[in-house]
């Protein structure tokens, strides 16, 4: 099989390299405005080359391995639920990610609503009138699925782009389970 | 229209929801776009309205309007008071590990109620631990102490029929009883040492070694004798000769003589007293009021021998007062000197096993609810 048709990712969290080592004046640290650049950019590169709805699908998949590794190489998955959440939390904070807070969590029937507050992604974006946090969306649903190895679906149902304070995710189990 | 549209905003400034306007036929594109917006407008005032009114009452499960501009601050209000009340359940759980971030005082009064509730958990660990270790040592304790009482096949070759109860209120008691098998017949004591628990354990521990010495310095025959020599020696051992001691404890005790040979009881008593069964009735034998050991007790005090011939039919019995002193029953008092005897002439007929089960069944019924207040003991014997 040749490098265009692979279908099976093949990140690793080595691939981020070693920063310290490669930035050693410059550092851990970049500003949110280089980070939406690319995303942003790259979301509309996207949506020409193949349509908005497949850049959408594609951020998805992207947050979603991205929230898988995070959750493997940056995570205890061992603790129980409640502190798993605080060290989830306390991460996201600390990497300026965002501010994680669980409105709802019913353990029996995995559903869940949860905010992000102060969105890497979407913050003080302007009005879009439609939800933007695709890439958050599978970021969530790789953490879920990686911590219980269960099938999530993740929607966002409020978003700083439509004209929302925080953003606010539910996620539940993938029906077919 | 226009008027119809500033009657619609006037309500709305006045905290109304006023109906949808219906446009007019005639209207045109900018009278009919007016209109439209109004209505949006109105609309969202509905919602907002609702939502805002359920928030106030505290309802957080109310439904949040979508893409509805006039809430965007509520709604993060309403997000932050769920994601409280999780939180507040989780702790309520015993999740200490939450945290309140950038929510102002809120954050640090929560971080701060989190954290005394975290001290107060590892002081309640500590004191757990600590608990558990004292309890092992309690019982380890007790251990030693069992085996300090009569061996019952001893008392079983013995004695005609017997039974005991021997109650710790706390692990490990302050009672001790002793039996002694002589050539011509045995000894049998009662022991009830100032305290219970530990400190009761280590005066059972004296109390018995003392006695142990005494008869082996003065023999057996003369029980008043045994309790005169146990007080001294007792009260030199815990240096309570002088008045400015700083311990004052001892105990009571009851020694049965048993002269086989001669069908003869002696009896001595240091507070506490032999009832005994004779045709039908309960008598007693009232020891001394005198206790022994204490810094109060007359180093000079010469006790009393009672004596009695032996019946086959006689039936003695023995107690420390944690049986007659215990609280309970529907007027809260204590069981009483009364009712014990009258229970032991109810029973004294009885097999001692049955006694036993009966005497146990009557003061766990009498206690009820109410706490064990001393170490209770029981001691049964037909010669």
């Known amino acids: 099989m040749s490098e265009g ?31 939406r650049l690319m995303q942003y950019t790259m979301r509309d590169v996207l949506a020409a080359k193949y349509s908005a709805e497949e850049a959408k699908i594609v951020l998805i998949l992207a947050g979603k391995l991205a929230g898988t590794e995070f959750c493997k190489n940056m995570l205890d998955t061992n603790l129980e639920f409640g502190k798993f959440i605080a060290s989830l939390q306390e991460k996201l904070k600390t990497l300026g990610v965002g501010i994680l807070r669980i409105e709802k969590a019913d353990i029996d029937t995995m559903e869940f609503v949860l905010t992000v507050s102060e969105d890497l992604d979407c913050s003080g974006l302007p009005m879009k009138g439609e939800t933007v946090c695709e890439y958050d969306e599978g970021f969530i649903e790789g953490i879920l699925e990686t911590y219980t190895n269960k099938q999530f679906v993740v929607k966002e149902i409020d978003c700083w782009a439509t004209g929302d304070r925080t953003c606010r995710f539910s996620a539940r189990l993938k029906e077919s389970q | 229209m226009i008027g119809e549209i500033r009657d619609a905003l006037d309500r709305l400034l006045h905290g109304e929801v006023p109906s949808p306007i219906v ?178 354990g280590m005066m059972t521990m004296i109390a018995g070694s003392s006695l142990s010495r005494v008869l082996q310095d003065v023999g057996h025959d003369d029980p008043a004798l045994v309790l005169h020599e146990l007080n001294n020696l007792m009260r030199r051992s815990l240096n309570q000769q002088s008045p400015e001691a700083k311990s004052n404890d001892g105990l009571d005790l009851g020694l049965c003589r048993v002269d086989q040979a001669k069908g003869l009881l002696t009896f001595a008593g240091a507070g506490i007293r032999l009832y005994y069964s004779l045709h039908g009735e309960i008598h007693e034998m009232k020891g001394d009021k005198q206790s022994i050991g204490y810094r109060s007790s007359d180093p000079e005090y010469r006790f009393t021998n ?10 003695f019995y023995m107690n420390t007062d944690g049986i007659t002193d215990q609280i309970g029953g529907p007027k809260g008092l204590s069981f009483g000197r009364r009712a014990f005897t009258r229970l032991l002439r109810e029973i004294h007929e009885e097999p001692m096993s049955r006694q036993k089960s009966i005497l146990e069944q009557e003061i766990a019924e009498y206690r009820g609810k109410e706490v064990q207040l001393d170490d209770m003991t029981v001691v049964g014997f037909v010669v």
């Open chain 2, 23 to 200: 446009p007019a036929a005639g209207d045109d594109d900018d009278m009919a776009q007016l209109c439209r917006v109004t209505n949006s407008l109105i609309e969202a005032f509905a919602d907002a309205h609702d939502f805002v009114t359920a928030l106030g009452q505290g309802n957080l499960d109310v439904h949040v309007p979508p893409r509805n501009l006039l809430i965007s601050p509520y709604k993060q209000l309403h997000s932050n008071l769920r994601h409280l009340t999780w939180q507040t359940q989780q702790v309520a759980k015993g999740d200490l590990s939450q945290r309140v971030d950038f929510l102002g005082e809120f954050s640090e009064a929560f971080n701060s109620m989190i954290d005394s509730l975290k001290e107060k958990k590892r002081a309640e660990h500590a004191l757990k631990e600590a608990n558990s270790k004292i309890m092992a040592s309690m019982r380890y304790a007790r251990t030693i102490q069992l085996s300090f009482l009569p061996d019952t096949e001893e008392m079983g070759a013995e004695l005609g029929d017997f039974f005991f109860i021997w109650n710790p209120k706390d692990i490990v008691s302050g009672d001790l009883f002793f039996f002694r098998s002589l050539n011509d017949g045995f000894l049998i004591s009662v022991m009830d040492c100032t305290g219970h628990g530990v400190p009761g």
């Open chain 2, 306 to 315: 009672h004596s009695i011939r032996l019946d086959p039919s006689m039936r």
């Open chain 1, 5 to 35: 048709e692979r279908t099976a990712y093949r990140f690793q969290w080595k691939d981020l390299g070693d920063i310290q080592k490669g930035r050693p004046n410059l550092g851990n640290q970049t500003s949110v405005a280089v980070y």
